[in-house]
């Protein structure tokens, strides 16, 4: 097709994930006004994703695994640290890539770094977690992604506003704020969800959806979780659905989970594409965190109208707001956790409060702004 435009996607794991659902959003948008769509990755490739989510709507799938690769490090470390740039430039040169999205920080330097050399008209720099440094970064591969960055997309005004402070001074930056946003899917009700995830026989369930990386912390929601049971003796459980990570933090929950003796009370059920259907059969789900830039299973939980307790961080107020009828927790206080979800289940909370303001919020975080926003600056 003449002057088709092309498009990458950048993401370490082709899994389910916030990040994945908002790329994917983006991808097939641009797709419908008729650009060519890649995705390129380097960590994590999970056959059932890639399948349903990106083969399936016509998405082309780069392999970029050399960027990690540590082949040339034993021959020079100028060799292991060019070789996987060059390549890059010549892999944009050669599939012809009009614009480069890439997500996680690593990905930004790295296309931030060689965007002079490649095709691209424009390579977005993302900033999709908690900005923790005060003092500016110092490595090469990011101070150049920033001196060429014409456009920087924060997802959330908390990490907008952080790294303007830390680096305003240093470099001129573009920057503004572009929030998630969700378009709910239809919910096959002729199924029975409870029965679909085995939990047909007990009166409270509670979901936590989060894959298993350092900033996560389930350990806090599991210690929650023994003083509930042992309080309420309750026919109550807990799904977690989450993905490994990090290598050994699966092994790291499950021994936990055994040590409080709640292994009939808690079952890993892992990453799930039916999460807005385990939402729906949810009394509550849990998020509880160290730090957030924008959460989309929050946003989920708002549109499905599900009440939600999360750790009181930056990315989690701004997503459910100051005045949401459920209190935060302390990170990392399992004691008020436990507290929260006592009157939860004692319907201390009004669900009809939580019902109305869950949708009134939700329209924040709306697919159309989303696209509106990003429409400005990929023209397709």
């Known amino acids: 097709m003449a002057n088709q435009k092309k498009i990458l996607f950048a993401i370490n794991h082709l899994t389910y994930g916030g990040i994945q659902t908002q790329a994917i959003t983006l991808a097939k948008e641009f797709r419908s006004r008729g650009a060519k769509i890649y995705f390129f990755w380097t960590d994590k490739f999970d056959d059932d994703f890639v399948d349903r989510e990106l083969r399936q709507n016509g998405f082309e799938i780069i392999d970029g695994k050399f960027i990690k ?91 907008r506003l952080k790294f303007k402070e830390v680096y305003g001074k240093h470099y001129d930056l573009n920057i503004r704020t572009i929030h998630n946003g969700i378009k709910l899917r239809e919910i096959d009700n002729n199924t029975d969800w409870k029965t679909f995830f085995k939990v047909k026989d007990y009166n409270f369930i509670v979901t936590s959806l989060a894959n ?106 701004e997503v459910v707001g100051e005045n949401y009828p459920i209190p935060r927790f302390a990170v990392g206080d399992h004691q008020q956790l436990a507290d929260i979800l006592f009157k939860l289940y004692n319907r201390e909370y009004s669900l009809e409060e939580i019902n109305s303001y869950s949708s009134k919020r939700f329209q924040k975080f709306s697919i159309d702004k989303l696209l509106k926003e990003y429409s400005k600056i990929i023209k397709v």
């Open 212 to 317: 298993f990386f350092k900033d996560k912390d389930y350990t806090t929601i599991f210690k929650a979780w023994s003083i509930f049971i042992k309080k309420t003796n309750s026919k109550s459980i807990l799904l977690v659905a989450g993905d490994e990570g990090i290598e050994g933090f699966k092994l790291r929950y499950q021994s936990e989970v055994q040590n409080l003796g709640l292994e009939n009370k808690v079952r890993f059920i892992g990453r799930t594409s039916y999460n807005l259907e385990l939402l729906s059969i949810s009394n509550c789900n849990i998020l509880s965190t160290l730090n957030e830039g924008l959460p989309n299973s929050v946003i989920e939980t708002l549109g499905m109208k599900t009440p939600f307790i999360g750790a009181k961080v930056d990315g989690v107020e």
């Open 69 to 159: 690769n540590q082949y040339w490090a034993k021959y020079s470390r100028h060799l292991n640290r060019y070789v996987p740039l060059i390549k890059a430039i010549l892999l944009m040169r050669y599939y012809r890539i009009d614009y480069i999205i890439p997500y996680h920080n690593p990905l930004c330097y790295f296309f931030g770094a060689i965007h002079p050399y490649t095709s691209a008209k424009l390579t977005v720099y993302h900033i999709r977690n908690t900005v923790l440094e005060n003092e500016p970064k110092q490595s090469w591969q990011f101070k150049k992604a920033l001196n060429h960055a014409s456009i920087i997309i924060a997802n959330s005004n908390h990490a």
